[in-house]
């Protein structure tokens, strides 16, 4: 029971840290707006520092991947929680472009690599075997929340006290309510009977079938290791269908408000729009994460790639339909399929590359997912500086999505057809 418990309070901070961490990083779609108003910056720019940002993010994991196998995912977390305080306040000071690519493209990355996805991905890994698929989703629909929060937030703060107090203020958040929360932070059930058992949610502690059959997926798979996973096509696959995912996503994501503001709309109303998209991407999340438990990875990801598709031909219609009925519906398409990737892949992984290296290959697979997201942003911002709208850069997104679904298909069909399993 005490387990048990346990076990629901890591999946507890795990939601936080993701809320607060990516709430931050994605709330950069509204500073966006703020930043251009202040300097006389292009777009693409501007954007560059998100693009930066996902590129940082993205080649961190792999050594974060490392570092959390070796030193434990507690370590980084609280690392990660002092070095993204420093870099969201250092962002209010910032007076030069390269000031905003050091605090926010840099820093701040590196500090949610130490808050994000990839000691997340281990943590819940040591913590679960049973249900991972539904436990990553919990944990990792934090980011919707935090998106909800601190996207609306953050335009609050700046249309009272400007940009600069805003970004001050929610570093100081950072600060205050992570750090104490991962430490009391553990990084496996029971310490080093942890090396024996890990904990199945809703099951008695001990019980003898939950540690046979665990003990039976490490000694079978225990010589995963990274250089073995990369000579096998689903790894490949997976990887290229994580690097085109943000490419066909960020620029939406990212540019949203902008693109809204720029066709009428209020500030506010922009804003509102983006925090119902981190709420519904958030139920996304753990909906999905759930659905690929019950009905199999590939059809949820398809289902959600199918609602990610619809939300942006929502928004490219936006200017025909004008109303803002048609705004909150493409929130919730787009809501509820951004992210919901991130689950199933993660949950995929732990299926397929099972055993104690997990961190360093969900690491480099996340190295993939930065390259994209490096591009999107700053194609967005360079495609609307070129042509004067964003309608190109959300046009091209579409195939990039159908390209991504397709490889993720290739992955679990070779898997399949190796392996003999299901996923």
């Given amino acids: 029971m005490v387990q048990s418990l346990r076990s629901w309070v890591v999946v507890g901070i795990s939601f936080v840290n993701i809320a607060v961490a990516f709430g931050l990083n994605f709330s ?34 792999w050594p974060a991947g490392r570092l959390a196998d070796r030193f434990g995912p ?33 820093f701040g990355a590196i500090g949610i690599c130490n808050l994000g996805w990839v000691p997340h991905s281990v943590l819940i890994s040591n913590w679960f075997v049973e249900r991972r698929g539904t436990m990553v989703g919990i944990a990792f629909s934090g ?3 935090g998106i909800l929060a601190i996207g609306p937030a953050a335009q609050y703060l700046i249309s009272s006290f400007g940009w600069r ?6 570093g100081l958040l950072v600060l205050v309510l992570l750090l104490p929360l991962n430490y009391f932070l553990r990084d496996r059930p029971d310490g080093e009977q942890a090396k024996s058992k890990w904990i199945y949610l809703g099951q008695k502690e001990g019980g003898s079938v939950q540690n046979e059959k665990f003990n039976r997926e490490r000694d079978e798979t ?27 996503i960020y620029p939406v994501v990212i540019h949203q408000v902008a693109y809204i503001v720029h066709h009428g709309y209020s500030k506010m109303l922009a ?39 619809a939300g942006i031909i929502i928004l490219l219609l936006l200017p025909s339909l004008k109303t803002v009925f048609w705004l909150y519906f493409y929130a919730v398409l787009f809501g509820i399929g951004f992210g919901a990737r991130g689950p199933i892949i993660t949950a995929m992984l732990a299926d397929m590359y099972k055993g104690k290296n997990f961190g360093a290959i969900y690491g480099f697979i996340n190295v993939g997912n930065g390259l994209g997201g490096a591009l999107g942003p700053w194609l967005g911002g360079y495609l609307y500086d070129l042509t004067g709208s964003y309608r190109v850069s ?7 999505l159908v390209v991504a679904c397709i490889l993720f298909w290739m992955a679990v069909r070779h898997y399949t057809n190796t392996k003999n399993e299901k996923l």
């Fill in 394 to 400: 959300f046009l091209i997104c579409i195939p990039i």
């Fill in 271 to 309: 804003a509102s729009v983006f925090g119902a998209v981190g709420l519904l991407s958030g139920s996304g999340r753990l909906f999905f994460g759930t659905l690929s438990d019950q009905m199999g990875r590939v059809k949820a990801v398809t289902i959600s790639f199918i609602f990610s598709i």
């Fill in 222 to 248: 225990a010589d995963w290791t990274l250089g073995r996973s990369m000579k096998t096509l689903p790894f490949w696959s997976i990887y290229l269908s994580f690097s085109l995912i943000p490419l066909g």
């Fill in 165 to 170: 107090t805003a970004y001050k203020f929610l």
């Fill in 28 to 61: 950069f779609s509204v500073f966006l707006v703020a930043i251009l108003e202040e300097f006389n910056w292009s777009r693409a720019s501007v954007a560059a520092a998100f693009s930066l940002s996902s590129l940082v993010l993205g080649i961190g994991s």
């Fill in 74 to 106: 507690r370590k980084m977390l609280m690392t990660g929680s002092i070095i993204l305080s420093f870099a969201t306040i250092a962002s209010g000071w910032i007076q030069e472009i390269w000031h905003l690519y050091f605090a926010v493209g840099i």
């Fill in 143 to 145: 980011m919707g929340i």
